[in-house]
């Protein structure tokens, strides 16, 4: 069964950093999606993208982020200085056609971020 | 969007019949019902999804009474490995984001 995957599984970084966040979705899916969970606390959505350009976000999604698909395969999430509310599990999820909770999302096993 | 209501918490033990119950009183004409699972450290899965009367598959039923003011995910005979937690997630097709709530951390012992 086809599935996203993420990379890397955990990352560690400083205050300040830059990371890249990456994701492989699944092959024939249009839509893409990135959610964080901080830790004991629910799943929060931060953005969706569809045909190379955003087309939800949350107030989450500050300047600090941006995503990207930068070739027919990969989406990236870029938290541009980090900080440590920033740490949390981010997980990339897509789908074959977009439009709420009417079409099943599929979520990657998630990357967990740590800022010290 | 509809707000929902399910209980934070629920214990079974093994092989017993499970249901959870999510209250959405301000459900729309247009909004449909899913259900999602998330095991520890993984992200969420779709489960089943329903408009209204009953909705089976090999994992779960869901029940919707004539009102859609609530739904009911069954999970038969569940094991060790249906702990996890359960989110109802009521809306259409506006938007792209999915709403999770808390959820329902269900704990299965043997």
């Known amino acids: 069964e086809p599935e996203v995957t993420q990379t890397p599984s955990h990352q560690v970084t400083q205050m300040g950093q830059e990371v890249i966040l990456r994701c492989v979705p699944i092959s024939n899916h249009l839509y893409f999606y990135w959610y964080r969970q901080i830790l004991g606390q629910k799943v929060e959505f931060l953005v969706s993208f569809y045909n190379n350009e955003i087309s939800e976000k949350s107030e989450i999604f500050d300047d600090q982020f941006s995503v990207e698909r930068p070739d027919g395969s990969n989406f990236t999430l870029k938290i541009r200085s980090t900080k440590l509310e920033d740490s949390a599990m981010y997980f990339c999820?897509?789908?074959?056609?977009?439009?709420?909770?009417?079409?099943?999302?599929?979520f990657g096993p998630g990357t967990r971020l740590t800022v010290t | 969007l509809a707000k929902t209501t399910q209980p934070i918490s629920m214990d079974s033990y093994e092989g017993q019949e499970v249901n959870i119950t999510c209250s959405h009183n301000?459900?729309?004409?247009?909004?449909?019902i899913t259900w999602y699972q998330q095991f520890p450290s993984q992200g969420p899965r779709f489960i089943i999804q329903g408009y209204k009367t009953k909705v089976t598959n090999e994992v779960a039923s869901l029940f919707i009474p004539a009102d859609r003011k609530s739904s009911t995910l069954s999970l038969p005979r569940v094991s060790l490995s249906d702990t996890a937690v359960y989110y109802c997630l009521v809306g259409a097709n506006s938007g792209y984001a999915l709403n999770f709530g808390k959820g329902t951390s269900l704990l299965v012992t043997p």
């Open positions: 301000n459900i729309a004409t247009n909004d449909y």
């Open positions: 999820a897509s789908s074959v056609t977009g439009g709420g909770s009417l079409y099943e999302q599929y």
